[in-house]
């Protein structure tokens, strides 16, 4: 698995207030299968994690979001937490940057309340998809179709539930990543 995404440029999309865990341990997953990951944010310096309730680490920001360019990245993972995704899906730019990878059917990993910038870019209708229990309405109010299973893979697009779920999360996300574009995944766009 250490040479399975060699070359492969991946862009990690958060505000603060993301699930630290869900950042930290799918990064260092993609990181062990050689590829490069880039924290990008709206923030500019660094960006706070939390755990569950309780603030965690802080992170340096590699790439503000106003000098990212989806064109540099071969996928997209997109942690959860509340306040993250739901700061994400109010900024455009955030929400355009995320539909881009659609657009252009690159992979695309999210968990737990991460696929509510999901929603916002306007991607998951006729996608089965899961996330955290709380937004199945918001899904299947977008068009998705919600299950509440460990890890979704719908054509490039790979969603969990938790970091219960992040050991099939990662392994799956890794095998998408290594996969590529995929042409389905222009559909949703």
Not at 5 to 30: C, D, H, W, Y
Not at 37 to 53: A, M
Not at 97 to 111: H, L, N, Q, T
Not at 145 to 153: A, C, F, K, M, R
Request: proline share 5%; hydrophobic share 40%; aromatic share 6%.
């Amino acid at each position: 698995m250490a040479q399975e995404l060699n070359g492969k440029k991946v862009a990690i999309l958060v505000a603060s207030g993301f699930e630290q865990v869900e950042m930290t341990k799918p990064r260092q997953a993609l990181n062990d299968a050689n590829a490069q990951t880039h924290l990008i944010s709206p923030e500019s310096d660094k960006v706070q994690g939390w755990n569950h309730y309780d603030k965690g680490d802080e992170f340096p920001v590699d790439v503000e979001l106003d000098q990212a360019s989806p064109d540099d990245y071969d996928a997209l993972l997109l942690p959860g937490g509340t306040v993250n995704p739901d700061q994400l899906r109010i900024n455009k730019k955030a929400v355009q940057f995320v539909k881009s990878f659609f657009e252009a059917g690159k992979p695309v990993a999210a968990i737990c309340h991460g696929l509510w910038t999901l929603v916002e870019a306007d991607v998951v209708k006729g996608r089965t998809v899961t996330s955290w229990p709380s937004l199945s309405t918001d899904l299947r109010n977008a068009g998705a179709n919600w299950v509440d299973q460990e890890v979704v893979v719908d054509s490039g697009l790979v969603t969990s539930r938790n970091p219960n779920d992040l050991p099939a999360f990662n392994s799956k996300m890794i095998e998408e990543f290594a996969e590529g574009k995929h042409a389905e995944q222009r559909k949703s766009a």
